[in-house]
């Protein structure tokens, strides 16, 4: 009986050990500021565009932009902005709330823009669901500060 209390002590002490020894999980700081990069953007017709987020932590908003590249990306915009956006700082996701977009093809998407956010970088892997016909948007990147 003893052995078996010895045994069930130690046990005891290493589990305990562990759980007071395990790492916290590291934070992402939040985004904060203006970030551009080059996006791939789909509905039907493909265009490489530059992607503009200017991100304020503070009042939680982010107002979204398409600028040069293919000479059609002048034919697209958000409309709404600046936009509410969510941020997990332990996973680094970054969520665009409620997007609306006017497309060059009948129809526009509307929807929320899925992002991850490194520390350095946004990596963008978005599908909008259509508004007005049965052709989704879709728009993946990245953009980093200047």
């Given at each position: 009986m003893k052995n078996l209390s010895k045994f069930i002590m130690?046990?005891?002490?290493?589990?305990?050990?562990?759980?007071?020894?395990?790492?916290?999980?590291?934070?992402?700081?939040?985004?904060s500021g203006t970030y551009h990069g080059n996006v791939d953007v789909q509905k039907?017709?493909?265009?490489?565009?530059?992607?503009?987020?200017?991100?304020?932590?503070t009042s939680d908003t982010?107002?979204?932009?398409?600028?040069?590249?293919?000479?059609?990306?002048a034919f697209l915009s958000f409309s709404g902005n600046p936009y509410s956006y969510s941020f997990n700082s332990t996973t680094g996701q970054f969520i665009v709330h409620n997007v609306y977009v006017n497309t060059i093809t009948s129809g526009d998407c509307a929807g929320d823009i899925s992002a991850t956010w490194n520390g350095t970088q946004?990596?963008?892997?978005?599908t909008l669901p259509p508004v007005n016909d049965d052709q989704?948007?879709?728009?993946?990147?990245t953009a980093t500060a200047p």
């Open positions: 130690l046990s005891s002490a290493f589990v305990g050990a562990q759980i007071i020894t395990a790492p916290a999980m590291a934070q992402i700081a939040e985004p039907g017709l493909a265009f490489s565009c530059v992607i503009g987020l200017n991100v304020n932590s982010v107002s979204v932009s398409l600028n040069s590249g293919s000479p059609f990306c946004f990596t963008i892997d978005a989704e948007c879709s728009i993946e990147g």
